[in-house]
């Protein structure tokens, strides 16, 4: 089992990559940050990569590409992501249950 992404994910993504001016095949890296874990899970960063780091687990649904670091991939296995609009040039990604 691995990550979901919902079709606004997919499109935050895509949004994202276009506006970095990113080649095809590029995505969205999501990896842990030093830090304390807290009480909801590990502190997680998305960053938009053109390639991924060896050893992240490759996801690509509805034309999005998501890179998962090892640590990040454990801790979102069967999770769904999920991506809200906040205003017109900002968007909150939330990893919601499955």
């Given amino acids: 089992m691995t990550l979901a992404i919902t079709g606004e994910a997919a499109e935050a993504i895509r949004t994202i990559l276009d506006a970095h001016g990113l080649p095809e095949g590029s995505g969205v890296r999501i990896a842990t940050k030093p830090g304390d874990d807290g009480a909801e899970g590990p502190n997680l960063a998305l960053t ?35 991506a809200e609009a906040v205003g017109d040039d900002r968007v909150n990604f939330v990893i919601q249950t499955g």
């Fill in 48 to 82: 938009a990569e053109t390639d991924p780091v060896e050893g992240d687990v490759v996801i690509e649904e509805d034309g999005a590409v998501v890179f998962l670091e090892g640590a990040a991939s454990g801790y979102l296995s069967g999770k769904v992501l999920h």
